[in-house]
């Protein structure tokens, strides 16, 4: 009874008019057990809530590389040779079958957990997998961006396609029926710009596009994360660091637990023991691993535009040449100083840009508000309780997209994407 009635709400757009409302799941027959937004995004989902995935040795998958900026193998720095070259995961059928391009999130590789997770799922279901790093991600920066100052959504779209085009290219005898793309978090956003990118391209055509838990505006999104450094927490003084905290939390619950098990249902179990994180120890866990993705960021944007700003431009650097002083320096400038800094300048110097208020507009999915309001091919699953989310956010997808956004009531920031229900949805989304 719950499937189906999920499933209606959920794809009752398909069959009623227009006008119906966003498919909004309620908590109790939703039944995800975590009410705590901030332990839904770091534990996710408990693993036997989670659906069935094939081992890795049960996939026919591979890694790949493709050259898309030679001149960079010259120019930049020798430690950079693992990146000079982007590398992508394709996992493909024994059969004709339609391919779906998974983007990553804020920093991430495109062997990100949930990337692997996402594959899995698909791979099972029958389709061909490319999995690709987010734009924001130092491979992709180094290898794969024009100008390696990600935050311009529209560029980086245009990146990522010509990354897809090559990925294309190079596996030609691939039997593919038809072309599906999604992407969780910074990585839904990317896929909402390549989507539109496509409709003049024509490279894919895609059939659908599913958008998972993706920020509305960018900046408040990068704004709650980056709050979230500032959290007040209880333990840390002079003597005791964060990072120490959560170290001894960590050493007692594994002395407790007698072993070290590091699987993907540590931190759920983790979080059910006596020495489980505060909510001011998770905010700051969630805002210090976005803080470290932003630092990355500035720290390569920089490096690679010989900008100065945190790399000296000509000082030497070798394999063996220890990073960490540039890394203490990149972690002072948050997501707001590098888009001050870095983002904006470049974005005026190539298009006469204005304000930030006017960057804002063009990064975030408001600048395809016509076009994802008349797209039936697109879809957005999100959360009510997402992190992200700012003021007139869900209002505003609920006014796009109407009966092809569904509202889940729990999960916090991605944290319910390998929940069963939640995948049984998106599987149901691309087979119609």
Not at 278 to 292: C, D, K, P, V, Y
Not at 365 to 380: E, G, M, W
Request: proline letters at 6%.
């Amino acid at each position: 009874m719950l499937r189906s009635l999920r499933f209606a709400a959920l794809f009752g757009g398909l069959i009623l008019s227009a006008s119906v409302l966003a498919a909004d799941i309620d908590a109790a027959s939703y039944g995800y057990p975590l009410t705590n937004p901030f332990e839904a995004t770091i534990a996710t989902t408990p693993p036997e809530l989670r659906p069935e995935l094939p081992q890795d040795d049960d996939i026919n998958q591979e890694d790949r590389s493709v050259t898309l900026r030679p001149e960079r193998e010259f120019s930049l720095p020798d430690n950079f040779w693992p990146v000079k070259k982007l590398t992508y995961r394709i996992a493909t059928q024994d059969h004709a079958a339609p391919l779906i391009f998974l983007i990553s999130g804020t920093g991430a590789r495109y062997d990100s957990t949930l990337n692997e997770y996402l594959k899995k799922l698909y791979y099972k279901a029958g389709y061909h997998v490319v999995q690709l790093s987010s734009p924001t991600s130092f491979d992709f920066m180094t290898a794969a961006s024009r100008f390696a100052t990600p935050g311009v959504t529209k560029e980086d779209a245009e990146d990522m396609y010509r990354v897809m085009q090559a990925v294309r290219a190079q596996n030609p005898k691939l039997p593919v029926t038809d072309f599906f793309l999604t992407g969780y978090s910074l990585g839904a956003l990317d896929a909402a710009f390549v989507a539109h990118l496509d409709e003049t391209r024509r490279s894919f055509n895609f059939k659908k596009v599913l958008l998972l838990n993706p920020p509305v505006n960018l900046y408040t999104s990068v704004t709650n994360l980056d709050k979230l450094v500032q959290t007040e927490v209880k333990g840390i003084n002079n003597t005791t660091t964060f990072y120490e905290l959560v170290l001894d939390k960590l050493t007692r619950y594994f002395q407790q637990k007698g072993y070290i098990d590091l699987n993907d249902a540590l931190l759920y179990d983790f979080q059910q023991s006596k020495q489980h994180l505060s909510n001011e120890q998770m905010a700051m866990l969630i805002g210090t691993s976005f803080r470290f993705s932003a630092a990355d960021i500035a720290f390569t944007s920089d490096l690679i535009n010989r900008r100065g700003l945190i790399t000296p431009p000509k000082f030497p650097i070798t394999e063996g040449t220890t990073l960490t002083p540039f890394l203490k320096r990149a972690l002072q400038c948050d997501f707001d100083c590098y888009i001050t800094e870095q983002v904006i300048p470049m974005w005026r110097a190539r298009t006469d840009g204005g304000s930030l208020l006017q960057l804002i507009d063009q990064v975030s999915l408001y600048a395809l508000k016509d076009y994802l309001h008349d797209s039936p091919k697109i879809a957005v699953m999100h959360n009510a309780d997402d992190v992200i989310l700012g003021p007139g956010d869900l209002g505003f997808l609920r006014r796009t997209f109407g009966d092809r956004l569904t509202v889940y009531p729990l999960g916090g920031h991605c944290g319910n994407l390998n929940y069963r229900v939640n995948s049984d949805a998106m599987l149901e989304f691309f087979r119609g």
